[in-house]
């Protein structure tokens, strides 16, 4: 007997991205060292918790990646949706594969004056940095890549598609 029911699909990631600002401008991107993965720098993230709004989702994806909690004023800017193209290789996983990723792009500014990150996920990240917009480390984690392209108003990476965050 054939089934008439189609192939299972996998259901979409839903993740955010936070561009975590400093007074002076610099922003909070993590060294990622992810065994099986090669390293990339990677903005503080994750998957987004059911019954969570990406804002909340980035706040405290900031606290438990960095420590850092003394945030305020989260606002998504944009959305960036995996679509193709290059798939990018990740140790044994390939990024994209057959999932959609959508990522919301949260900016989010820290409230002391000179925060400091801590390794909380050694496992994941080996060390955090402040780094000025315009001198970003390479390669980037591919939805830190894109996120960080729309929040700088510059084109989309090969594969990403860019939308823009709530309206002002």
Known sequence: MTSTHPPTRPHPVV???????????????????????????????????????????AVR??????????????????????????????????????????TAGVLVRATAPDPVAALTEPDVFDRWAWVRPEELPAPLFPASGALLAAWRGEPAPAGWTLYPGAAR
Not at 35 to 44: F, H, I
Not at 79 to 87: E, I, K, N, S
């Open 15 to 57: 993740g955010v991205g936070a561009v975590l600002l400093r007074a002076d401008g610099a922003v909070l991107i993590g060294h990622r060292a992810k065994r099986g993965e090669p390293p990339t720098w990677c903005l503080p993230g994750g998957h987004v918790e059911a019954g969570e709004t990406f804002e909340a989702a």
């Open 61 to 102: 994806e900031i606290a438990e990646e960095s420590g850092i909690d003394a945030v305020a004023a989260p606002e998504v800017f944009a959305f960036a949706l995996q679509t193709g193209g290059d798939r990018t290789h990740l140790g044994d996983r390939t990024h994209l594969g057959d999932r959609t990723h959508l």
